[in-house]
């Protein structure tokens, strides 16, 4: 424990709760938002909420409730107030003048998380887009209400005339959105050999961790792989895919990438860099839907990410549901009733990820073939390859080269045939 650590901002999570959201759905949602406050170093100071029959368009709280707020966040000296919806720019501007500090809405929170956690280029260019894109309107908003006095501004520091200072500003957003995504597109292309390198060494076993945030996707990673990927009890704690082989190795050889977490509301912005993000999962062709067993409200956190993957075009890969944290609660017989066909589990202990890994490696040996493969003297130098990628049954020596009879994914004895095909021409 360090004992200089700055006080933490102390927030007020606050949220209107309309006739169609359930009680449990409601605080569901809010002990999330709480999660994520934390995860930006926010200390929650109280919880505020109003049940109305809507939302209003120009205040998100009724007018009394308002004063209310205030109020509670004097007394508790917070200095954010967190709202768990994505609101408007009007009520933001209208929210934070009558609370008298800023307000934040879920979308800029999670926003704001997924920029502090940006490690790699890529993920930080996909990232700002985001972020630009969720600016953009409230520069809008904020230039209209800025008005007249805003433009008589205008025509100084060389902005070229007539042009309001919001004008400007936006075109600036726009010319930097731009610039950001001729930047992906050439990191993209980059990527993708790099892919089509991974996928020429590595066939087609490929698995893809999925789930939402916090399921223990990166806990699995680092078990099933023995790397050193990062885990944490924050929120998105990984943007980045990572891909690793399963350690130790099985035939066939079987790749498995780790991916950010999925959310209920995620950002618009966002859903799109998601998409990249999770071009390599989608090349997998087993997921594994990592839930945490252990959440009271994993039912929903399930629905969520199916939701997501349907928007990614990932709804027809085959997929293994993981209930994980087991150990920390949930019901086994009813989960494997319900989802049969399921592994219930936790990562904590080792017979349930040697259960786990059995079932990835199952899942790809139903794929395989058996093959004869005839490798030519000169062609000697694939026997490591074969031996890598193949369960050789038996290996003849003949005259003119050695014959293997191999079980190995089709793909697999198609790619060494042609190399000994090529090597012997
Ligand atoms: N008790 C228990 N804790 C677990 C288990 N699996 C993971 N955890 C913990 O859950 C937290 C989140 O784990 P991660 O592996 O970082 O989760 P993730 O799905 O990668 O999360 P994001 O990267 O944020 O999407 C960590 O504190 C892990 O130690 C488990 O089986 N049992
Ligand atoms: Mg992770």
């Known amino acids: 424990m360090r004992e200089s650590k700055p006080k933490p901002t102390r927030a007020v999570v606050a949220a209107v709760q309309v006739p169609n959201v359930s009680d449990v759905e409601f605080e569901a949602s809010l002990a999330e938002l709480r999660q994520l406050a934390k995860t930006l170093g926010f200390e929650v100071a109280a919880t505020f909420t109003q049940k109305r029959a809507s939302i209003g368009a120009a205040a998100y709280f009724g007018t009394g409730k308002r004063a209310e707020l205030r109020l509670l966040r004097e007394q508790e000296g917070a200095e954010v107030v967190l709202v768990d919806h994505e609101i408007s720019p009007s009520q933001s501007f209208t929210l934070e003048k009558e609370v008298g500090c800023e307000v934040m809405d879920r979308t800029m929170v999670i926003l704001e998380i997924f920029h502090r956690h940006a490690t790699s280029r890529y993920a930080r260019a996909q990232v700002e887009i985001a972020r630009l894109g969720y600016m953009a309107p409230r520069m809008r908003e904020a230039a209209k209400l800025a008005g007249p006095k805003d433009r008589g501004r205008s025509g100084t520091g060389g902005r070229s005339g007539g042009e309001s200072h919001g004008e400007l500003d936006r075109r600036k957003i726009r010319d930097r959105i731009a610039e950001l995504q001729k930047e992906l597109a050439g990191m993209g292309a980059e990527r993708k050999t790099q892919r089509a390198r991974r996928q020429e060494r590595s066939g ?98 399930l629905a969520v990410t199916e939701e997501v993957l349907d928007e990614i075009g990932a709804k027809d890969l085959p997929r293994l ?46 794929r395989l073939v058996e093959a004869e ?41 198609e790619r060494l045939r042609a190399q000994a095909g090529r090597s012997a021409a």
């Open 321 to 366: 549901l993981v209930f994980n944290k087991i150990d920390r609660g949930g019901d086994e017989a009813a989960l494997r009733a319900r989802h049969p066909g399921s592994i219930v589990m936790s990562a904590r202990r080792e017979a349930d990820l040697a259960r786990l890994r059995e079932a990835i490696v199952a899942f790809f040996r139903q």
């Open 373 to 413: 493969l005839f490798v030519p003297w000169s062609a000697q130098q694939l026997r490591g390859e074969i031996f890598a990628s193949c369960e050789v049954i038996e290996e003849r020596a003949r005259d003119d080269g050695t014959l293997f009879r191999v079980r190995a994914e089709p793909e697999a004895v």
């Open 204 to 301: 087609l076993a490929r698995v893809a961790l999925v789930g939402y945030t916090n399921a223990g996707k990166s806990t699995l990673m680092r078990a099933l792989t023995g790397s050193e990927v990062l885990v944490a009890n924050k929120l998105f704690a990984t943007l980045d895919t990572t891909v690793r082989a399963l350690h130790p190795e099985s035939v066939p050889r079987v790749l498995v990438s780790d991916t950010v977490g999925f959310i209920k509301n995620l950002p618009h912005g966002l859903v799109a860099s998601f998409k990249s993000t999770l071009d390599e999962a989608l090349e997998a062709s087993l997921l594994l839907h990592v839930v945490d067993a252990s959440d009271s409200g994993f039912e929903r956190q």
